[in-house]
């Protein structure tokens, strides 16, 4: 095989891409301010990258079935809202308060799962109303007050394991376990089928109604684990928690090679996608880039992705 | 072997309605084993209607399938393919963004452990080698087994989606227009294996709008015009003249 041909096969979930913006962000980045290659902010941008991509992770594989999900953000703030009112007024302990967390959020995803692939609502309109739903349960179950001061043994979540941040250390065996998962089982591989040619799939036998169940849950699943996640970061759940979310995390996986189409992409790209995404917003911090301007850029970032992306997956047809 | 002439697959009184679209009208229709029936008609006559509902793709709205007699009821492809019908679809036959041993055994996949649970493990290598070993077995050369489908030629797709339904050894094996996207010398290639089929006592469902290729290959031909059988004929009863009549319509 001569190397351009080697080079296809190797790029062929499209991992190179992320992984070339990531390394000349960083250029970017260092040469921009001495501050960005210190210990002390690439531990940040660690803890910071945790969430966005935890979130990343479910959504990058809804999309791979060739599906969206918009409720991640929302998700998000009910299941860590669920988590922090568990433990801060019903006094329950940590791991069920966890538990219960993620069964809501399990839940919120597995419902996504059912509006789409029974009742055969478009993904986008299904996931816009859960992110109402959610939202709006949220602010009712904490009376749209932030839920604040939690245990010591629960922040440690996000303390350090040695140098690294505890929630890396999540974020990066969930993306292990999800990559193998997608490589070698035969969700994974139902997974790419669903998302190449759903009908083909479901002619030789593929459940498709039960791939994009699972896909869903799981989003909605990691979604929770998110929202955990940052409780334990900002000692508070707040109701707001996640608001725009969505974006960054179909933004990491735009940008780490999953197509919008469906059928092609990987977990390995949305992780560098969601880097590139947290280092993006770290150098606009160091530019002193006000959040209304990154969330303009983060919106401008997202739309020439997916433009300059969905070119160059053209399967002969 | 004397020839078994009880079918081995029988629909009796088949209707199915699209809408407001009478799509068939109470079709009789049977296979035995070792049999090739060609199934043809003009475009919108029913054809891939009949042969969807034969494999399991959706459910007649009335009428029945038998095989060997007795009456069975398909809900999926899967439930078809238990009893032995596999088929090769017109339009969408392979999953392009998987590779050529992943669309043999796509919703067959061996696994190392888990067995047919969603979550196994799948036997990677065992899929490249059992791939290989059929597709020299039916003489097909697609050199790179890791290509992904949506890189190989149309004739080597079609290969490869016949090899897939030829994996399991069916009873039946239905083509719906397999050598439709084909040049001439890769279509014969397709005809010799249906001739293969038949030595092997595998019935066919063989739809093609070359007619020539259906009354090289065919035992039985049976016409479809607007829903309706207006013809069943043994190959040698027919002409490709009055086969054409019959398709038409208006004598
Ligand atoms: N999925 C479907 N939905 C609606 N109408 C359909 C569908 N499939 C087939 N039809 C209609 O049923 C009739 C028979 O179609 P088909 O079986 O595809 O014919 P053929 O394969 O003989 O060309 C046509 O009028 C076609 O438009
Ligand atoms: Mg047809």
């Known amino acids: ?317 | 072997m004397a020839p078994d002439v009880r079918p081995w697959v029988k629909m009796r009184g088949i209707h199915k309605w699209f809408g407001g679209v009478h799509a068939l009208r109470g079709v009789d229709f049977s296979v035995r084993r070792g049999e090739v029936v060609g199934l043809i008609g003009d475009n919108g006559a029913g054809k891939s209607t009949l042969i969807k509902i034969l494999s399991g793709v959706f459910p007649p709205d009335k009428g029945e399938i038998l095989i060997e007699g007795r009456r069975v009821r398909f809900r999926s492809p899967k439930d078809a393919k238990e009893h032995g019908i596999e088929t090769v679809y017109q339009e969408l036959a392979l999953v392009d963004n998987l590779d050529v041993p992943a669309n043999i055994f796509l919703g067959r996949e061996p696994a190392l452990v888990g067995g047919g649970s969603l979550l196994a493990l799948l036997h990677k290598g065992r899929m490249v080698r059992e791939a290989r070993a059929l597709l020299a077995r039916l003489k097909v050369n697609i050199g790179d087994l890791g290509a992904l489908a949506g890189e190989l030629s149309g004739g080597q797709r079609q290969t490869v989606a016949i090899a897939r339904a030829l994996y399991t050894e069916p009873k039946l094996l239905i083509m719906d227009e397999p050598t439709a996207a084909l040049a001439v010398q890769e279509a014969r290639k397709v005809l010799d294996l249906v001739r293969n089929l038949k030595e092997r006592d595998i019935g066919v469902v063989f739809i093609s709008h070359t007619l020539q290729e259906v009354f090289a290959v065919a035992d039985r031909i049976v016409i479809l015009r607007k829903g309706e059988k207006v013809g069943d004929f043994p190959v040698e009863e027919l002409t490709v003249d009055d086969a054409v009549k019959l398709m038409v319509g208006g004598d």
């Open chain 1, 1 to 317: 095989m001569d190397f351009r041909a080697w080079l296809r096969r190797v790029n062929r979930n499209r991992v190179l891409f992320p992984i070339a913006a990531l390394a000349l962000l960083v250029v970017v980045a260092s040469s921009l301010s001495p501050h960005f290659l210190t210990p002390m902010n690439i531990k940040n941008v660690l803890s910071q990258v945790s969430i966005i991509a935890i979130l990343a992770a479910g959504e990058a594989c809804v999309i791979l079935t060739g599906g969206i999900d918009l409720s991640v953000g929302a998700v998000l703030a009910i299941g860590g809202s669920i988590t922090a009112v568990l433990m801060k007024w019903a006094g329950v302990a940590i791991p069920w308060a966890i538990l219960g967390g993620l069964t809501a959020g399990a839940l919120a995803g597995a419902l996504n799962g059912l509006m789409v692939a029974w009742v055969r609502i478009p993904s986008f309109i299904a996931t816009l109303a859960m992110m109402a739903v959610a939202r709006g349960g949220t602010l009712v179950l904490t009376n749209g007050r932030p839920v604040s001061g939690f245990l010591k043994s629960f922040r440690a979540l996000a303390g350090y394991a040695g140098p690294l941040p505890i929630l890396f250390l999540v974020t990066f065996g969930v993306y292990v376990l999800w990559q193998v998962s997608l490589s070698h089982t035969r969700f994974g591989r139902y997974v790419y089928a669903v998302g190449g040619n759903e009908t083909g799939a479901r002619f030789v036998g593929v459940n498709v109604r039960r791939v994009k169940l699972l896909v869903f849950t799981l989003a909605g699943l990691c979604a929770a684990l998110g929202g955990i996640m940052l409780d334990a970061r900002l000692n508070a759940a707040y109701p707001t928690a996640g608001e725009g979310y969505e974006l960054d995390a179909i933004a990491a996986a735009v940008l780490g090679g999953v197509s919008l189409s469906g059928g092609v992409g990987s977990l390995v790209g949305t992780f560098f996608g969601a880097l590139v995404m947290t280092v993006l917003g770290n150098i606009l911090n160091l530019l002193k880039v006000g959040a209304f301007y990154q969330y303009i850029a983060k919106g401008l970032i997202l739309a020439v992705a997916a433009v300059s992306l969905s070119r160059g997956v053209r399967f002969a047809k």
